[in-house]
C-alpha cells in the first residue's frame, strides 16, 4: 500500500455501507501494561482511519478460555457494524472453526500472537519478531554474563510468543552451558501478580546455587522478576526481559534495578498496526504477504541512563524506529505518530474488558542522537554473534 499517490486517493466504500464502522478487538487476557498500551495505539488509529464515518473500537476479552472467546468471535461477526476483527492469542484447535466460519462470511480477520497454523486462507497472522527479540536479549545476557552461569527461567508456554521466545532460549542456554535452576512455568495463570511474585521468591530461595541472572520474556514476569529478586535481597542477580513502555522504562531505570536488557516496539504503534490491517485487508487490499512479522529493537539499561530517558515519548525521539514508520501504510488511512500530539478522545465500545484511557503524548523536536542509537542497533547484534558463531545455533 505505500507509494500511492495521495492526490488520488480515496477513502473505501466499505465505511459508508454500516451506520457506525466498528472494528472488534477480541483478547484472550489483557494482563499487563503491553496490553493496555496496544489497546490506547488502537483505539487512537482506529479513530483516524475515516474524516468521514468515526470507526470505532468495541474491546472483549475472555480471561485466558478460549470456548468463551470463540464465541465473542461469533458475536463480532454478526454485529451489522462490524467492518473487521483482531484476535489477540488464542489457539488454533479451538478457535479454527469459527474462524472459518467467520472469514467464509467475508468478514476479515486479523490474529495477533495466534498459536497455531493459518485457519483459512482468508486469515491474516501477524506477531512481533519473537526470535529476533529473544536472540538480541540473550546476546547480550551472553555479552553481560559470559558462559556456564547459573540462571533462573520465568514464562508461560500456553502462549505464541512466548513459546517462540523459549525455542531461542532453549538454544542458548545449551550452546553456552547455562545451568537452568529453576523453571517458574505457567507464570500467566497466577491468580495475581502478587502470587506470581511469591513464586518467583519461593524459586530463588529455594535454589541449591546462587542465582546469576533471570530470563523473564515478558513484561509483566520481568517486572515481577525484578520485584521477587528485591524482596529476597538477590541483589548479584540480573534481569533479561521483554517489551518496552513507560512502567518498564521506570523499573529499568531505578536505581540499581536487576533489570539489564530489553527489546521490543512500542505497543501502541503495534496496536494502530494492528488496527490499520484491520482495515487495509476490510477494504481488499493486499497487505504483501499473510504471515507478517512486526520488527523488534534492542534497548539495554545502559543506553536508557546514559540518555537519561524516563519515558517512552523521549525514547522514541531517540530512536523513531520503535514506532514502526511506514509499516503498514495507507494513502487513507491517517496514520497515528507515536510522540505527537494524537491523544484526541476516541469513542469506545465496550464488550467483556473496561476500555483503557488516552495516554498524553508530547510534541517535540527528534533527538539529535537518534542516528547514533539506530546505528547501535543495527550494529550491535552483528557484533555480539561474531565471537559465538560456532556457538549459538542457527534456526
Not at 461477526?77 to 472453526?97: K, M, Q, R, Y
Not at 531517540?318 to 478522545?345: K, N
Not at 484511557?357 to 547484534?381: C, I
Amino acid at each position: 500500500m505505500q507509494g500511492e499517490d495521495n492526490t488520488t486517493c480515496t477513502t473505501p466504500a466499505l465505511f459508508d455501507n454500516v451506520e457506525q464502522p466498528t472494528i472488534h478487538i477480541v483478547m484472550s487476557i489483557t494482563t499487563g501494561d503491553f496490553f493496555t498500551q496496544l489497546l490506547e495505539g488502537a483505539k487512537l488509529q482506529a479513530a483516524k482511519i475515516d474524516s468521514k464515518n468515526e470507526v470505532q473500537v468495541a474491546i472483549s476479552q475472555s480471561d485466558g478460555d478460549d470456548d468463551v472467546m470463540a464465541k465473542l468471535i461469533l458475536d463480532a461477526a454478526t454485529d451489522p457494524n462490524s467492518v473487521g476483527i483482531l484476535t489477540v492469542d488464542g489457539h488454533a484447535d479451538t478457535l479454527c472453526d469459527v474462524i472459518n466460519k467467520v472469514t467464509n462470511d467475508t468478514v476479515p480477520v486479523v490474529s495477533f500472537d495466534f498459536n497455531g497454523a493459518k485457519c483459512s486462507d482468508s486469515q491474516i497472522l501477524t506477531k512481533q519478531n519473537d526470535s529476533h527479540l529473544a536472540q538480541s536479549v540473550l546476546n547480550q545476557a551472553l555479552l553481560n554474563q559470559g558462559m556456564n552461569r547459573n540462571v533462573g527461567y520465568v514464562n508461560d508456554l500456553n502462549y505464541a510468543p512466548l513459546l517462540n521466545r523459549n525455542k531461542v532460549w532453549e538454544e542458548m542456554k545449551a550452546a553456552n552451558d547455562w545451568n537452568e535452576l529453576f523453571f517458574v512455568d505457567n507464570a500467566a495463570n497466577y491468580s495475581s501478580a502478587e502470587a506470581l511474585q511469591k513464586a518467583i521468591e519461593t524459586a530463588i530461595t529455594n535454589s541449591e546455587d546462587e542465582v546469576d541472572f533471570i530470563y523473564a520474556p515478558w513484561d509483566y514476569l520481568s517486572v515481577n522478576t525484578v520485584k521477587a529478586l528485591q524482596a529476597t535481597s538477590s541483589n548479584g542477580t540480573a534481569v533479561y526481559g521483554a517489551d518496552i513502555n513507560n512502567d518498564d522504562i521506570q523499573v529499568m531505570t531505578k536505581q540499581d534495578s536487576p533489570w539489564k536488557a530489553t527489546a521490543g516496539v512500542d505497543p501502541r504503534s503495534v496496536g494502530a498496526a494492528l488496527v490499520r490491517m484491520v482495515a487495509i485487508s476490510a477494504s481488499g487490499n493486499d497487505l504483501g504477504g499473510d504471515d507478517i512479522e512486526i520488527p523488534v529493537t534492542l534497548v539495554t539499561q545502559e543506553f536508557l541512563l546514559d540518555n537519561n530517558v524516563t519515558n517512552m515519548d523521549e525514547l522514541v525521539l531517540i530512536d523513531p524506529e520503535l514506532t514502526l514508520p511506514g509499516f503498514m501504510q495507507a494513502c487513507w488511512i491517517d496514520s497515528i505518530v507515536i510522540g505527537t500530539d494524537d491523544s484526541d478522545s476516541v469513542d469506545v465500545v465496550e464488550g467483556e474488558a473496561a476500555s483503557m484511557e488516552d495516554g498524553d503524548m508530547e510534541n517535540d523536536e527528534m533527538s539529535s542522537s537518534d542516528a547514533d542509537k539506530r546505528m547501535y542497533n543495527m550494529v550491535m547484534p552483528l557484533l555480539l554473534l561474531i565471537p559465538f558463531t560456532a556457538l549459538v545455533t542457527s534456526w
